[in-house]
């Protein structure tokens, strides 16, 4: 079974600042997939940002990227020039890679507040 | 965009009755979709995954009994809370697979029972 982690219940960020939420996960398999949901007060589950576990490369969606450490297993999410908008639940999710339809795991989630 | 949507909204139900909450995709089909519940504060935990024209696959732990899941057409699944209780006040949220594995979410359903 596949568990994931967030050790950080509430983070604090002032406006146009940069803040790094963490994420660790384990697993025994190797091919799998790793996100980054935003639920805001509207309870709505948004996808912020994704990434292969076979790709190497860190994914980004404009001011969101991930630092995903594969041997590590560790998939932090760094986001960049901080606004209001940012305030949110944060969850980090792991999916196993079958070629269909996958169940999502999720972590315990970061309350994010950007403060002026 | 893949939308999907959940009726209703919010629900108050009595205790001992049966309530039924809806998810729809709306210009996607849908094989396969997933049925979490999530206290407050609390994470999203599956408790069924659905799929057209079979049974739902239920986690451990999720009486199949009490949480009817019927997955009638590509764009309809359902979640019938049977005989509810307090202890089964939450809220409810589905996603629904699209073409690719991605999931697009519902914007959920508190349920109250009282």
């Known amino acids: 079974a596949q568990t994931v982690t967030q050790s950080q219940p509430e983070m604090s960020v002032q406006e146009a600042e940069t803040v790094t939420l963490s994420c660790t996960y384990d697993t025994s398999e190797s091919n799998y997939y790793l996100f980054w949901y935003k639920q805001p007060p509207s309870r709505q589950m948004i996808l912020v940002i994704r990434?292969?576990?076979?790709?190497?490369q860190n994914a980004t969606e404009n001011r969101f990227s991930v630092n995903f450490q594969k041997a590590a297993k560790s998939f932090s999410l760094k986001i960049s020039d901080s606004q209001l908008g940012d305030t949110a639940m944060y969850f980090c999710?792991?999916?196993?890679?079958?070629?269909?339809?996958?169940?999502?795991?999720f972590g315990t989630g970061t309350r994010l507040q950007v403060t002026l | 965009g893949a939308v999907v949507s959940q009726h209703p909204s919010r629900v108050i139900c009595k205790s001992g009755t049966s309530v039924k909450i809806e998810c729809r995709s709306l210009?996607?089909?849908?094989?396969?979709m997933f049925w979490y519940r999530q206290f407050p504060k609390k994470s999203l935990m599956l408790m069924a995954t659905?799929?057209?024209?079979?049974?739902?696959?239920?986690e451990q732990g999720v009486e199949k009994d009490k949480f009817l899941i019927n997955h009638a057409s590509l764009t309809l699944s359902t979640l019938t809370v049977t005989s509810a209780h307090p202890e089964d006040s939450s809220f409810y949220i589905c996603s629904a697979v699209g073409s690719g594995d991605e999931q697009y979410f519902g914007p959920g359903t508190r349920l109250t029972v009282t």
């Open positions: 999710a792991f999916m196993k890679n079958t070629g269909t339809a996958s169940k999502l795991t």
């Open positions: 659905s799929n057209e024209g079979s049974k739902a696959t239920y």
């Open positions: 990434q292969e576990a076979y790709k190497q």
């Open positions: 210009d996607f089909q849908a094989t396969t």
